[in-house]
């Protein structure tokens, strides 16, 4: 199994400029959940799905955030617009058998200049 | 969600046992206990997860007391390679998933 993919693995642009985030999940899988990771807040949830379905986007930051789930192996975290405050290094995790196991993707790394 | 504690760091030496405690007082009857290991630049990584008394995988073992307001993760025989960052995490294993909150974890550091 390749496990969670995630890319790009490292992503650099410009403040105002649309960033897309994707995630494949490991397949039958059923949860999906979108980290962001920074040094000063630690990890921190944005968003999970279960069946594809959003069940809690309370982690979003602000509107300029959304994340969609078109199907069960794949999923996308827009950013629209960037802003240097979302730099940071976002994870992609699927949930496994056990009923709190997730699984985590080896992140994208975004820098926002 | 409960609400857990831990020390914000460690140190040891190789071959070592560490252990490290997390504080949950509020845990609710249907929570469940969860490490992760987080390396640098990686994602974390799920170790081990209990209910009651003992949980021992090839990895660590928890230790749960009766009353369950406490666990302690514990590493036998550390390495090098054993330096990381640790979270405990308390939540119920809902079928529809939950929420986790990843506190900000313990930093173990292990000398040589």
């Known amino acids: 199994d390749a496990g969670v993919i995630q890319s790009p693995r490292h992503e650099v642009t410009e403040m105002g400029q649309e960033v897309t985030l994707r995630c494949k999940p490991i397949s039958g899988h059923n949860s999906l959940f979108w980290y962001r990771q920074t040094m000063m807040r630690g990890l921190e949830l944005l968003i999970y799905?279960?069946?594809?379905?959003?069940?809690?986007d309370s982690g979003m930051p602000e509107d300029r955030f959304s994340a969609k789930m078109p199907n069960a192996s794949f999923s996308t975290l827009k950013i629209q617009p960037s802003e240097p405050r979302d730099s940071a290094v976002y994870f992609c995790?699927?949930?496994?058998?056990?009923?709190?196991?997730?699984?985590f993707g080896p992140g994208t790394r975004l820098t926002v200049l | 969600l409960a609400k857990t504690t831990q020390p914000i760091s460690m140190d040891s030496y190789e071959g070592q046992e560490v252990n490290i405690t997390c504080s949950h007082n509020?845990?609710?009857?249907?929570?469940?206990i969860t490490w992760y290991q987080q390396f640098p630049s990686q994602g974390p990584r799920f170790i081990i997860q209990?209910?009651?008394t003992k949980v021992t995988n090839e990895v660590a073992s928890l230790f749960i007391p009766a009353d369950r307001k406490s666990s302690t993760l514990s590493l036998p025989r550390v390495s090098l390679s054993d330096t990381a960052v640790y979270y405990c995490?308390?939540?119920?294993?809902?079928?529809?998933?939950?929420?986790?909150?990843f506190g900000a974890g313990t930093r173990l550091f292990v000398k040589a």
């Open positions: 799905f279960n069946n594809n379905v959003p069940i809690d």
């Open positions: 509020n845990i609710a009857t249907n929570d469940y």
């Open positions: 995490l308390v939540a119920p294993p809902e079928e529809g998933g939950f929420k986790t909150i």
């Open positions: 209990g209910y009651k």
């Open positions: 995790a699927s949930r496994g058998w056990q009923p709190n196991e997730q699984f």
